[in-house]
């Protein structure tokens, strides 16, 4: 079995997409949208925390909102080795499979 160490950063519940990429980052080329990355939480915090390699965790209906498929392709360009959440939302949830996150 494979081990998946680094940086954990805790999210809280309702995570939408608009926060995981906002709609301003929708025309960037999909090899920058990862600087975006969850740039629209209301918090600065995450950018002073994020690194390669990061484990998000969070709550309650991760990836709710639009059925954007840049939502997850930023945080697998950002280099977020994993999410975690209690439970995510049905579009982003098979994004997310489709696109290897």
């Known amino acids: 079995m494979e081990k998946i160490r680094g940086k954990v950063i805790i999210l809280g519940d309702d995570v939408d997409t608009d926060q995981i990429l906002p709609g301003y980052a929708m025309s960037e080329p999909y090899e920058e949208i990862g600087k975006y990355a969850m740039a629209g939480l209301p918090t600065e915090d ?13 709550g309650r209906n ?6 954007r498929e840049h939502a997850p392709i930023a945080l697998i ?3 977020a080795a994993a999410v975690l959440a209690d439970s995510f939302a049905r579009i982003f949830f098979r994004n997310g499979i489709n696109l290897g996150l």
Do not use: Q
Request: hydrophobic content about 35%.
């Open 77 to 79: 360009n950002m280099g």
């Open 62 to 67: 991760f990836g709710c909102g639009s059925s």
């Open 46 to 58: 995450f950018k002073l925390n994020r690194e390669p390699g990061c484990i998000l965790v969070a």
